[in-house]
C-alpha cells in the first residue's frame, strides 16, 4: 500500500491515514504560515537577527541536524580555541565532539571519529555525572561508525539522563532502525511526538523521524508529507536540503523519477554542493536515461564524499553503458575506500558489492557476521542474495523471505529485495512465486538497478532464472 500500511482501504485504514495527516498538519500549521512566520513556544513573532556560523553550527549540531561544512569549520575552530583557554568546560567539549562527529559525516573523513571520540570522553571526565550533551554525541559517533549496537546504548543511556529533552530521540530512532527494531523505533517516536511543542528545528526534526519511521513500515505518502514537511519546516538550509533528499530519495524508490530529480535539485539549491543530493541526481538522471549527466552527477557526489556506495553505483553505471573498464576502475576504488575507512561499518555495501563483483564466499563470511550484530531488513535481504551468488538456495530463501515478509505486517516494498527474492525462487524452481516477485520488482521501481533491471527482463520474457 502506498499509505495506511496494512490497513488497507477500508474505513479504519482510511481514517488512520486522515488522522496522521492532521496530525503533521497541526504540527507544521503551528509554526507556518505562509511558509514565512515563526511562531516560537513563547508567542514571541518579533523578527530576529540572523545567527553567524558558529551560532547557526552549534545549533543544528546540538539538534543532530546538517550543519553546512563552511558553519562546521567555524564552530570547530570557535571550540578548539576556546577549550585551550578553558579546558575544563565540559558542554564545549561535548560540543566539539558532536561537530567532529558532523565533520567526518559530512566528508567521509573517518579520521575525524577518534577525535570525536576523545572530546566527547574529555566532556565525561569533566562532569563525570549526567551529561546529556556527551551521551548524545557518543550515540552519533557510534550512528556515523554504523555500529547501531552501541548508539542504542549511548541513545538509550541519553533518554533516561533527560527524557524530555527532544535532541535525544533522533539518535535512538536511527539505532533502532539499523537494528531493525522498527516496533522500539515506533515507541521512541511516540514519545519524542508527545513532548512539549518546541521551536522549528524540534519540529523538523520529529517530521524527519517520523518519515523514516512511516516509511519502515510501506506509508510512503505519509513519509512524503513528513520529510517535505520537515524541509519547509527547517530553520538552516543545510536542514532544508537534507529533507528534500529524503523527498527525492523516497520519489526514486516509487519510481517516480522526474519528481526525485526536482527534489534533489531543489536540495542543491538550498546547499550547494550537498553529496546526497548529487547521487540522488545521477540515479534519478540515469532512470530518465540522461546518461551522461548522471555520471557527472555521481562523479561530483563521489569528489565531494567519497564513499563506497558512490563508487559502486556509478560503476554499475559504468558497466550499464558497455564501459566496462572504468567499472573496473569504480570496483577498485569500493575496494579501496572499504580499506581505508578503518573504523565505520561498510559491511553492508561491501558484502553486496562481493557478491556482485567479488568473491561470494567473501559476502557471506561478511553479512553473516553483519546480521550477528545489525538484524535488519537490508541486512537480511543482502545475505540472502550472498548465500544465492555463492549457490546455497536453500539458506539464501529464508533470510529474502525475512527481508520482504515484513511487508504483511506493513513493511516498506523495497524493489531490489523482491527482485533478489523472485531470482532465488526460480533457482528453487518455485517459478509462479519467482515471476511474482520479479514483476513487484519491476511496479516498485523499473529502474531499481541499473545492471540488475535487465536480468529480471530476460527471466521474465525468456523463462530464465535470473543470475
Not at 277 to 297: I, T
Not at 419 to 443: P, Q, S, T, Y
Request: proline share 5%.
Amino acid at each position: 500500500m502506498e499509505s495506511g500500511g496494512a490497513g488497507g482501504t477500508g474505513s479504519s485504514g482510511g481514517r488512520d491515514v486522515l488522522v496522521r495527516r492532521a496530525v503533521v498538519g497541526a504540527v507544521v500549521g503551528c509554526f507556518l504560515v505562509g511558509s514565512v512566520l515563526v511562531v516560537m513556544p513563547d508567542g514571541d513573532r518579533r523578527p530576529r537577527a540572523a545567527a553567524g556560523p558558529v551560532a547557526r553550527a552549534a545549533t543544528a549540531v546540538g539538534a543532530g541536524a546538517p550543519a553546512s561544512l563552511p558553519d562546521l569549520v567555524a564552530l570547530i575552530r570557535d571550540r578548539e580555541a576556546h577549550l585551550r583557554a578553558h579546558p575544563g568546560d565540559a558542554r564545549s567539549w561535548a560540543e566539539l565532539g558532536a561537530a567532529y562527529v558532523e565533520r567526518g559525516g559530512r566528508t567521509a573523513e573517518p579520521r575525524y571519529f577518534p577525535k570525536a571520540e576523545a572530546a566527547l570522553r574529555t566532556s565525561f571526565e569533566r562532569r563525570p555525572g549526567k551529561n546529556t550533551e556527551a551521551l548524545r554525541g557518543m550515540a552519533a559517533l557510534a550512528g556515523a561508525r554504523h555500529d547501531f549496537r552501541a548508539a542504542r546504548r549511548w541513545g538509550e543511556a541519553a533518554v533516561a539522563a533527560s527524557p524530555r529533552r527532544w535532541t535525544v530521540y533522533p539518535v535512538l530512532i536511527d539505532a533502532y532502525r539499523g537494528l531493525g527494531d522498527y516496533k522500539a523505533a515506533r515507541k521512541a517516536l511516540d514519545t519524542f511526538a508527545a513532548l512539549p511543542p518546541a521551536g522549528p528545528a524540534a519540529r523538523a526534526g520529529m517530521l524527519t523521524a517520523s518519515g523514516l519511521v512511516y516509511r519502515d513500515r510501506g506509508w510512503r505518502e505519509d513519509a512524503a508529507a513528513a520529510f517535505s514537511d520537515a524541509a519547509a519546516l527547517a530553520p538552516a538550509p543545510a536542514q532544508r536540503a537534507g529533507g528534500l533528499v529524503r523527498v527525492g530519495e523516497l520519489a526514486w524508490e516509487r519510481g517516480e523519477f522526474a519528481e526525485s530529480l526536482r527534489a534533489h535539485d531543489a536540495a542543491l539549491r538550498a546547499e550547494p554542493g550537498e553529496h546526497a543530493a548529487q547521487a540522488g541526481r545521477g540515479r534519478a538522471l540515469a532512470a530518465l536515461g540522461r546518461h551522461s549527466e548522471a555520471l557527472r552527477a555521481y562523479r561530483s557526489a563521489l569528489a565531494t564524499r567519497p564513499l563506497p556506495q558512490y563508487a559502486l553505483e556509478l560503476g554499475e553505471l559504468y558497466e550499464s553503458l558497455g564501459v566496462g573498464g572504468a567499472a573496473r576502475v569504480q570496483y577498485d576504488v569500493v575496494r579501496a575506500l572499504g580499506r581505508e575507512r578503518a573504523g565505520v561499518n561498510d559491511e553492508l555495501v561491501l558484502g553486496l558489492f562481493e557478491a556482485d563483483h567479488g568473491d561470494a564466499g567473501a559476502a557471506v563470511r561478511r553479512l553473516r557476521a553483519e546480521w550477528g550484530r545489525h538484524p535488519s531488513a537490508a541486512v537480511a535481504d543482502a545475505l540472502g542474495w550472498a548465500l544465492h551468488r555463492a549457490g546455497e538456495d536453500e539458506e539464501a530463501l529464508g533470510f529474502a523471505v525475512r527481508a520482504t515478509d515484513q511487508v504483511r505486517g506493513g513493511g516498506a516494498r523495497v524493489a531490489l529485495h523482491a527482485f533478489h527474492r523472485g531470482v532465488i525462487e526460480r533457482g528453487l524452481r518455485k517459478d509462479a512465486a519467482g515471476r511474482r516477485h520479479l514483476e513487484e520488482a519491476l511496479r516498485i521501481n523499473p529502474a531499481f538497478s541499473p545492471v540488475l533491471v535487465p536480468v529480471a527482463l530476460r527471466a521474465l520474457g525468456e523463462g530464465g532464472d535470473g543470475r
